[in-house]
């Protein structure tokens, strides 16, 4: 028999909604895996679509980014299905491996957003430096939700045995489409901006269209990432531009081209997409920075233009 859940009766199980958008593009099978494993149900807010950024645009303020207005919309898409909504509170994970600001405060942001509404939310807090591991946060979490350390303990191991088996898995398969022909084009861009189905992926899938093959920082051994970043800039602090840096670093010799993709404002992205820019100047780069409105003819065009730029410098035309 389980304990309480969060000091209420403990049956049934909670059911966790889960927003699609930001961290769950990195952390969709560790979060799904973990709750499965504990029994316990998860719901998944829809795909991103027009009104999910007017929805999520109404409750933010003007100077958010987009991704944040998008999370923002996804929460309010599961208000009132389910018990709670999963936003993890991730602060750093280690000496200069900081998080952006951002995934501290969207919990708080959120709660505070909701706060006339009888949903409840549940977060689970990853700290370093603070002396919160990952394993220590889902381990707590777990508690929480009334099973036993060793429940959550054997739950959130096999979760992440899953996610690491997973990602060498994506990342074997990006390998291969590296010896594929045609132009190979580095997308250095956060999960959370290329694999949204609104944003961006049709950045992706029109890239495709074109005969390119996509390759993507973000798939690449994590920790050998960030080992190489420091080539580039040892002082860079935010943990995944440091992965996506030293990601490019590693395929520079591999690419084409690249192309940065993230989402208007994001403050992080403005300053070390200028840096790739700078340190990678014998690569054509194509920077671009999506916004909410309507319409692709005008990023179909810059990625025609880039895409006839790689193959001139190729001697295709």
Same mark, same amino acid.
């Given at each position: 028999?389980?304990?309480?859940?969060?000091?209420?009766?403990?049956?049934?199980?909670?059911?966790?909604?889960?927003?699609?958008?930001?961290?769950?593009?990195?952390?969709?099978?560790?979060?799904?895996?973990?709750?499965?494993?504990?029994?316990?149900?998860?719901?998944?807010?829809?795909?991103?679509?027009?009104?999910?950024?007017?929805?999520?645009?109404?409750?933010? /303020?003007?100077?958010?980014?987009? !991704?944040?207005?998008?999370? +923002? %919309?996804? &929460?309010?898409?599961?208000?009132?299905?389910? =018990?709670?909504?999963?936003?993890?509170?991730?602060?750093?994970?280690?000496?200069?491996?900081?998080?952006?600001?951002?995934?501290?405060?969207?919990?708080?942001?959120?709660?505070?957003?909701?706060?006339?509404?009888?949903?409840?939310?549940?977060?689970?807090?990853?700290?370093?430096?603070?002396?919160?591991?990952?394993?220590?946060?889902?381990?707590?979490?777990?508690?929480?939700?009334?099973?036993?350390?060793?429940?959550?303990?054997?739950?959130?191991?096999?979760?992440?045995?899953?996610?690491?088996?997973?990602?060498?898995?994506?990342?074997?398969?990006?390998?291969?489409?590296?010896?594929?022909?045609?132009?190979?084009?580095?997308?250095?861009?956060?999960?959370?901006?290329?694999?949204?189905?609104? /944003?961006?992926?049709?950045?992706? !899938?029109?890239?495709?269209? +074109? %005969?390119? &093959?996509?390759?993507?920082?973000?798939?690449? =051994?994590?920790?050998?990432?960030?080992?190489?970043?420091?080539?580039?800039?040892?002082?860079?602090?935010?943990?995944?531009?440091?992965?996506?840096?030293?990601?490019?670093?590693?395929?520079?010799?591999?690419?084409?081209?690249?192309?940065?993709?993230?989402?208007?404002?994001?403050?992080?992205?403005?300053?070390?997409?200028?840096?790739?820019?700078?340190?990678?100047?014998?690569?054509?780069?194509?920077?671009?920075?999506?916004?909410?409105?309507?319409?692709?003819?005008?990023?179909?065009?810059?990625?025609?233009?880039?895409?006839?730029?790689?193959?001139?410098?190729?001697?295709?035309?």
């Amino acid at each position: 028999m389980r304990k309480p859940i969060l000091g209420r009766p403990s049956s049934p199980p909670p059911v966790i909604g889960i927003p699609r958008a930001m961290l769950f593009y990195r952390y969709e099978i560790l979060w799904k895996n973990f709750f499965t494993a504990l029994g316990v149900k998860c719901v998944l807010s829809p795909q991103t679509n027009k009104d999910i950024i007017k929805q999520g645009t109404a409750v933010s /303020i003007d100077e958010a980014c987009l !991704s944040t207005k998008i999370f +923002m %919309g996804h &929460v309010r898409s599961l208000i009132g299905k389910c =018990d709670y909504i999963l936003i993890p509170r991730i602060s750093n994970f280690g000496i200069k491996r900081n998080m952006c600001t951002k995934f501290e405060a969207l919990y708080d942001i959120a709660r505070n957003t909701f706060r006339k509404t009888p949903q409840k939310f549940i977060s689970y807090n990853v700290d370093y430096l603070g002396g919160i591991t990952e394993e220590d946060a889902f381990t707590s979490l777990g508690e929480r939700l009334g099973f036993s350390r060793k429940q959550s303990l054997a739950s959130y191991r096999a979760a992440k045995k899953a996610e690491t088996d997973y990602l060498k898995n994506r990342i074997k398969l990006q390998e291969q489409d590296l010896k594929k022909k045609g132009l190979k084009i580095l997308i250095v861009s956060h999960s959370y901006v290329e694999m949204d189905p609104y /944003i961006g992926k049709p950045v992706i !899938s029109y890239l495709r269209k +074109m %005969g390119a &093959v996509p390759v993507f920082a973000d798939l690449f =051994d994590r920790k050998d990432a960030l080992k190489q970043s420091v080539k580039v800039s040892p002082t860079l602090k935010w943990e995944f531009s440091r992965e996506l840096v030293g990601s490019a670093y590693i395929y520079r010799d591999k690419i084409d081209g690249i192309i940065l993709l993230s989402a208007f404002p994001c403050g992080p992205d403005s300053m070390v997409n200028e840096m790739i820019i700078r340190r990678f100047s014998g690569k054509p780069i194509l920077n671009m920075v999506l916004d909410d409105q309507d319409g692709t003819a005008g990023v179909e065009t810059r990625l025609e233009s880039f895409i006839d730029i790689l193959k001139f410098k190729g001697g295709e035309l």
